[in-house]
């Protein structure tokens, strides 16, 4: 009997961990799921980014940010020897609501407003050129 329990578990514990799987989540944003196909000025900016040869960057990522009740993107862009380049934080319909770095003025950089309320970064998107 003890012998039977021993190989009930075995094949309980073996259909439980080969059976079940843990799909993740699809990615939700702004109230839609996949916002990167569905949002249509975020899909075009992606197409941008993947069909770019002008700009020679080394690297573009997309962030996404849980913001006031909402969402908000980030595409940072890296490129050798260039620092400080201009961030521009987007909401869900593709309006720029706050500029950051560059050469502006301290008191027209809004990161630091941005960043005390925005919160769960998420890389949803990268590309890398070399």
């Not at 996949?34 to 962030?63: A, K, M």
């Not at 380049?85 to 301290?106: A, E, M, N, R, Y």
Request: charge should be positive.
């Amino acid at each position: 009997m003890v012998h039977f329990r021993k190989i009930f578990v075995f094949i309980w514990l073996f259909l439980m961990t080969t059976i079940s799987c843990h799909k993740e989540k699809p990615l939700c944003g702004c109230g839609v799921e996949n916002p990167i196909r569905n949002i249509g000025w975020l899909n075009s900016f992606i197409n941008y980014y993947n069909n770019d040869t002008i700009h020679n960057w080394d690297e573009v990522n997309l962030y996404m940010y849980d913001y006031k009740n909402s969402n908000a993107f980030i595409f940072e862009t890296k490129k050798t020897g260039e620092y400080d380049v201009p961030l521009s934080i987007h909401d869900c319909k593709g309006k720029t609501i706050f500029i950051c770095g560059g050469l502006q003025p301290p008191q027209l950089d809004s990161c630091n407003i941005f960043y005390q309320s925005a919160k769960n970064e998420r890389l949803i998107w990268s590309k890398r050129y070399r």
